[in-house]
């Protein structure tokens, strides 16, 4: 494998020196690490007790046949799971497989992936992950080191190469919506151009009881070009053309000096980074841009957010 072209799973799992240490894991009761059963009681998802009713419950959860065997109205109590779900969702936009700066865009998206993965561990969650696709089961959620593994060997065969049966962002999160419950993690890789492409009103439902973090994958000369023209090579299909069915190769020269050609590259790569950043922020979803010449477990102060409810 080429370094920074595409992720290798050694670099992957040598990512979690750089989560231990950072934050001690939570401990509950038990001596277990992370969501363990609280104290509070409350609307969750296991059945504590049921307890007689009192003005204010939810009537929802009234114990219906507690209260027909007793005379007396009662109601549910439940307690929250003793492990949390942390969900992984990686687009897999072909604009991703791209970088000029230490990697692709596609790797450092792997390599949050795996940060994300082994906070997840730290934390004692289980870890699933999932992509935009029909044709491919997510990967079932686990916890430990077994869990991550699982997520990491999917980063590094989603982000080797663009899959030839990418259904988009917004169906991965589509998937992501029924697997999820009340007090679940949700950490998305994505290329802002695939976060403006999604349905704004979309994403304060997915926000709803769960904690959302968005991750922005950018290359340094997408914010800051050159002024001066830029070469590119591209390939065109000659066979389109009458000839062989040969791709061949041409060189495409921008003129970023011109200021129109430097304002219509603005408008392509660096206006839909701050657009997704706002539409994410009135969301109530906290974001943040990630480069590819960033420290990739540099965003993980955004796990200290509160707990959704």
């Known amino acids: 494998m080429s370094e920074g072209i595409t992720p290798s799973l050694d670099e992957l799992v ?23 059963p609280s104290p509070m009681r409350g609307r969750g998802m296991e059945y504590a007790e049921s307890r007689e009713y009192t003005q204010g419950d939810d009537a929802r959860h009234i114990d219906w046949r507690l209260t027909a065997r007793t005379g007396t109205p009662h109601t549910k109590l439940f307690q929250a799971e003793r492990e949390r779900l942390t969900l992984i969702v990686a687009d897999t936009a072909p604009s991703l497989y791209f970088g000029t700066r230490m990697r692709f865009k596609s790797v450092q998206a792997a390599r949050a992936g795996a940060v994300a993965a082994w906070a997840a561990v730290r934390d004692g969650d289980r870890i699933g992950a999932l992509r935009g696709t029909v044709r491919e089961a997510p990967v079932v959620p686990a916890s430990g080191s077994r869990g991550a593994l699982r997520v990491l060997d999917a980063m590094v065969r989603w982000y080797a190469r663009p899959p030839q049966n990418d259904a988009g962002l917004a169906v991965a999160l589509d998937h992501a919506d029924r697997l999820m419950r009340p007090g679940s993690r949700l950490v998305v890789l994505a290329d802002p151009m695939s976060v403006i492409a999604m349905p704004t009103l979309r994403w304060p439902t997915l926000v709803q009881h769960r904690e959302v973090i ?15 023209a830029l070469p590119f090579w591209a390939e065109r299909d000659a066979g389109a053309q009458g000839g062989s069915a040969d791709a061949s190769a041409h060189r495409v020269e921008l003129d970023l000096a011109n200021a129109a050609q430097r304002e219509r590259w ?44």
């Open 14 to 36: 040598a990512l979690r020196r750089a989560v231990q240490g950072r934050r001690p894991p939570r401990r509950g009761h038990h001596g277990l690490s992370g969501q363990a």
């Open 214 to 228: 968005v991750l922005l994958l950018s290359d340094p000369l997408e914010r800051d070009p050159p002024c001066a």
């Open 266 to 309: 603005q408008a392509a790569f660096a206006t839909p980074l701050d657009d997704a950043m706002t539409i994410l922020a009135r969301s109530g979803i906290r974001a943040r841009g990630l480069s590819t010449d960033a420290p990739s477990e540099g965003w993980l102060d955004l796990f200290a957010g509160t707990r959704a409810a």
